[in-house]
């Protein structure tokens, strides 16, 4: 148990953006909101997982839809209330604590400030270790957890709670109402009890985001090797190539960001060309015509100075980056979760194979 | 208070199909649902509205959808159960009585079905006198009630609860809804006390389905006149146009059947050409370029032959049919009453003048 305040926060925005894998929205947006919760109700109480009863009711809260929208509409006041009253009137007892459900930029930051806001404490767990499009995609899904009953609210004051007959039913609804509601929405949902929380969640997130994040910060200081070497051992990085924005095509579609961002090699990569698809995360990497990266594993596009994580929307002709792969979560390279968040899942061609086994022998 | 059985479910069904006004779906579909229920379950009981106590729950039933998409999609056992369930859950008490939303074909029926599978009784009135294809347009709505809770339910057993800030709100999240759950789903909405439902409500609108269905059925035994001139004495309608179907434009777009249907005239129309159009219901009727009725006034087709109602989703190149204005019920012709259901709310570029002022005079 330990208490998150504004330094906290700065860090695990940082830290979760680049788990975010381009997606999970602008950590910008998302630390303001948390950052302003904390700043007007007071520090939030971390709690590690192994502290939850078994029988506690333990929420994630979450944000639903386009990263793009989600940084041009406003998060209302009353969002989170109307989520707690919603969801412990249906299950007729009080909600122990909140949870992340994805790491990102903006997931990792509502349940902060939802947990300020009213006073609960904050599990350190999500269910994905990274982000994802859709809400299916999360570890509690493997373990037979249900997403449902799912609340949502959007800033106007709609309200909805569905209940599916699976997972990937409620992700076809939710979406739907979504987009009805102008594209970004907040939500609850998978809430459960503190024992399938510990067998199947992904455990430390927030404080590994925190740890990376504090250590981007200070990538600079290594006296030993480079910021760009400092960066790949911090993170446990495979590089896959260094780069120029060249073209970046997108679309915002049922949705989602679809897109793909085309590089010039720069640097040891010159001559070299790479691309990187994406649908609001990155999906896959491909250099000189070959894939180096899919979906589960992680492809993080960061700034080659700044070592700043660059989400796909906010991803520009002319901007250098540097193309990290980090592995999943085990969890996900099982075949029911190659199911769920595999390549031919989202329509990439190939099989899944780990991104240190593409890797083996050198890229380029 | 009395007993509704298969005969009056017959010309329930019959009668509910003209007040569709080309809407509220195939009474042969619904009367198929309703019939199997009462002969499973024994008849309902069908209740005065001044026979329900002033602080009761009174529920009403329905389908929301597209009506050619009704014909197709199966309804399957548990929905009123589903319903009934999460609507009383909501309340904290039990529901007193059923009741349709609208006059149709399906949405007559599924009220009788629902009741008799639940054993509970059914009120004589409706929340339109007729069909609207959209859910806020109900008298309920002139009088400040609220659609929501408004629980919905798919055949597959997918439910969903809505909260909404206004019910041009719920409109837009259930018909998303509806659309992910494959274009037509079961609903409960605009759930309320006997006192609202006895001073905003149709009332006698079952019994008037009856009488209509009724008489339709003996339309050819009249002794004075001829079938024609007894039907429309019967329904008090005004002859539109007498025509054979030469084209029908249909698209089936955002949850709506839109279209328009063009009419040679026929006997003493001919020479004359006329075309009605549609979003589920009839909105306007023009003969020779000039338009001789628009919503909220009731514009119904009916076959020359056997004066059984054409619903839009039925109209056939060929077919005959006698074109009849019927007037609305009295409160859609307030200025509330036109801003949810008139004319323009359509894009049919007129003002509401009502049906036997636009006939005074003759038409052709």
């Known amino acids: 148990m330990r208490k998150i305040g504004v330094e906290e926060i700065e860090d695990i ?7 975010g894998a381009g997606g999970g929205g602008d950590p910008y947006i998302g630390k303001l909101v948390a950052i302003g919760a ?38 209302g006041g009353s969002e989170y209330q109307v ?15 909140f949870m992340p459900i994805e790491a990102g930029g903006v997931n990792s930051m509502l349940p902060i400030a939802a947990a300020a806001r009213l006073g609960l404490p904050l599990v350190d767990c999500d269910g994905m270790g990274r982000a994802f499009p859709e809400l299916q995609m999360v570890t509690f899904t493997i373990g037979g957890g249900s997403a449902t009953p799912m609340a949502l609210v959007d800033e106007k ?20 109402v979504t987009m009805a509601c102008g594209g970004s929405v907040s939500v609850s949902l998978y809430q459960m009890e503190g024992a399938f929380m510990k067998k199947y969640g992904v455990k430390g997130i927030v404080t590994r985001s925190q740890t990376l994040g504090s250590a981007i910060r200070k990538v600079k200081e290594a006296a030993d090797c480079t910021p760009e070497e400092a960066f790949l051992r911090i993170t446990e990085g495979i ?10 095509r997108r679309e915002v579609r049922a949705g989602f960001n679809f897109g793909r961002v085309m590089l010039d090699g ?81 329509g990439v061609d190939t099989d899944y194979i780990p991104l240190e086994e593409r890797c083996k022998g050198g890229l380029l």
């Open 157 to 176: 004051g709609n309200s909805t709670i569905f209940r599916t007959i699976t997972n990937k039913w409620t992700e076809e609804l939710a979406r739907a």
């Open 38 to 75: 904390v700043q007007e109700c007071g520090p939030v109480t971390l709690l590690d997982p192994g502290e939850v009863p078994d029988d506690a009711l333990v929420v994630p809260i979450a944000m639903m839809g386009a990263p793009t929208i989600l940084a041009e509409k406003a998060i």
């Open 239 to 248: 590089r896959l190539f260094r780069g120029k924005i060249s073209d970046v």
């Open 13 to 19: 925005a940082l830290g979760a953006a680049l788990l």
């Open 266 to 346: 720069i640097g040891d990569c010159k001559g070299h060309g790479a691309y990187v698809e994406f649908q609001n995360e990155n999906l896959s990497a491909t250099v000189d015509g070959r894939i180096v990266a899919t979906t589960p594993d992680l492809i993080c596009l960061v700034d080659v100075e700044t070592f700043q994580p660059v989400p796909t929307d906010a991803l520009k002709y002319g901007k250098r980056v540097l193309v990290v792969g980090l592995q999943c979560f085990p969890l996900w390279r099982t075949q029911e979760g190659l199911e769920l968040v595999g390549p031919r899942y989202f």
């Open 83 to 97: 989520l707690y009253d919603n969801v412990s009137a249906f299950y007729g007892k009080p909600i122990y604590a």
